[in-house]
């Protein structure tokens, strides 16, 4: 993925956050009712209704549901025969990270956990981190930097892990990982990441070339949730995170990364 190709992509993704198109729906309604106040008066009212069932509804956790439901873990009999685990980016912050010494994680920190976790069932296997930095001003730091010093603290021998720092997203994930093992065909590899993000991650690496097994984290969906609440943070906070995936499903099947829209536990 050229430069120009992934700054447009980040771009892409700021313009389809909801809140941020709700603002503007907002500020452009509320200017509008100065020289065209029907629809000045129509563009509030409706960003006012979304805004409204938004803040009381629970319509990014619904969104994010199918998402999660999409690849289940696997069984004994498969995670018998794995020979490798693949752990994808997105849980550590490295500017945090490094301006603190510290090991520094966000609300996806299952994803480090797991690995920690998996480690310890299967000692003898290698395991690599796709973790780079995905800031479009170039940053430094990456997450692979900012979890490398703490993996002894975490019970993982380093000599086992593979960093990998130099993707910047899930598409960047799948070909450096590819590049960097050159597994043989049929190998078998868990591929870790959040349950939201696993279907997108599993269409590109199996267009990478490589049909890992998924191996879903991070859940954020119970099935129980009850509303309506008032929680407006946490709903526009859910609905961002579905807006994003949504939105990278569709434009990485569009950009040929993925060879189908929404992969599933079938083999495309």
């Not at 995905?134 to 993982?156: Q, S």
């Amino acid at each position: 993925m050229n430069d120009l190709v992934f700054i447009a992509s980040k771009l892409a993704h700021v313009l389809v956050e909801p809140d941020s198109l709700l603002v503007l729906a907002l500020a452009l309604g509320a200017t509008s009712l100065w020289r065209w106040p029907r629809f000045g008066r129509w563009l509030v009212s409706v960003s006012a209704a979304v805004l409204v069932v938004g803040s009381f509804l629970p319509v990014g956790i619904w969104l994010l549901a199918p998402l999660e439901n999409r690849f289940s873990r696997p069984g004994p009999e498969t995670l018998a025969e794995v020979e490798g685990i693949i752990v994808l980016g997105g849980a550590a912050q490295p500017d945090i990270a490094e301006a603190r010494q510290a090991l520094a994680l966000n609300r996806h920190a299952e994803r480090i956990a797991e690995m920690a976790m998996l480690a310890r069932r299967f000692p003898d296997i290698p395991i690599i981190v796709a973790a780079g930095s995905g800031d479009v001003r170039g940053e430094r730091a990456t997450e692979a930097a900012a979890i490398a010093p703490y993996l002894d603290a975490l019970g993982i021998a380093p000599s086992r892990v593979t960093l990998e720092p130099v993707s910047r997203n899930t598409y960047e994930n799948a070909v450096e990982s590819r590049l960097r093992i050159r597994p043989e065909s049929g190998a078998r590899w868990l591929l870790v990441t959040s349950a939201f993000h696993m279907p997108r991650a599993m269409g590109v690496f199996r267009a990478a070339g490589w049909d890992p097994v998924a191996y879903p984290v991070d859940y954020l969906v119970s099935g129980r949730e009850r509303w309506p609440v008032l929680a407006p943070a946490a709903h526009w906070r859910d609905l961002r995170l579905a807006a994003h995936e949504y939105a990278g499903l569709l434009g990485y099947y569009l950009a040929g990364y993925s060879n189908t829209l929404f992969p599933d536990p079938r083999k495309d």
